[in-house]
């Protein structure tokens, strides 16, 4: 298994823990599981989606349901909030939106930077971890 880059610090879930209480949180790309188990702190209930088979299996092994499969094969499981953070957020966002997808959107810094002002642009809030790069944008569909 190929080590896994870029895992959200668990203060982000402290940072979004109004967003996400007694919610269906699915973590969009929940690698090995790791940011799931401090979502799931604060949710009623913490689910994923996983494209590479060896991470979607590791975040199974610590007792969450997780769905191997990626985002652009079908529509993303039902849940209050999605969490994204990916590369990719936006391309998963817009194909949410285009889907008719409801819920809350968290996207994390680690969007694009070229997709930044699109993001800037959307209706919502960001929030940012003070004296740290860290920040994310909450919005709704
Ligand atoms: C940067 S890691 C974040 C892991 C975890 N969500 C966290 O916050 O710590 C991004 C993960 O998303 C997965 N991923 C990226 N795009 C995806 C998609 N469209 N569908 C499913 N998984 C995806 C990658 O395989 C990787 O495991």
């Not at 996983?50 to 991470?55: D, G, L, M, Y």
């Not at 939106?97 to 209706?123: A, C, M, Q």
Request: charged residues 25%; aromatic residues 12%.
């Amino acid at each position: 298994m190929r080590p896994l880059e870029g895992v959200t610090p668990p203060e982000v879930a402290d940072l979004i823990s109004d967003v996400i209480k007694d919610k269906v949180v699915c973590d969009v790309g929940c690698g090995e599981g790791t940011f799931m188990e401090s979502l799931a702190k604060h949710a009623k209930h913490v689910i994923g989606i996983e494209e590479e088979e060896a991470w979607a299996y590791a975040a199974a092994a610590k007792g969450f349901e997780v769905l191997h499969s990626s985002s652009w094969f079908q529509p993303l499981p039902k849940a209050d909030v999605y969490f994204l953070w990916s590369k990719d957020a936006m391309g998963v966002y817009l194909k949410a939106k285009y889907e008719g997808t409801k819920g809350t959107f968290v996207f994390g810094h680690t969007v694009r930077p070229s997709l930044t002002n699109l993001i800037n642009s959307l209706d919502g809030e960001k929030r940012e971890i003070p004296d740290s790069i860290w920040w994310v944008f909450i919005t709704e569909l």
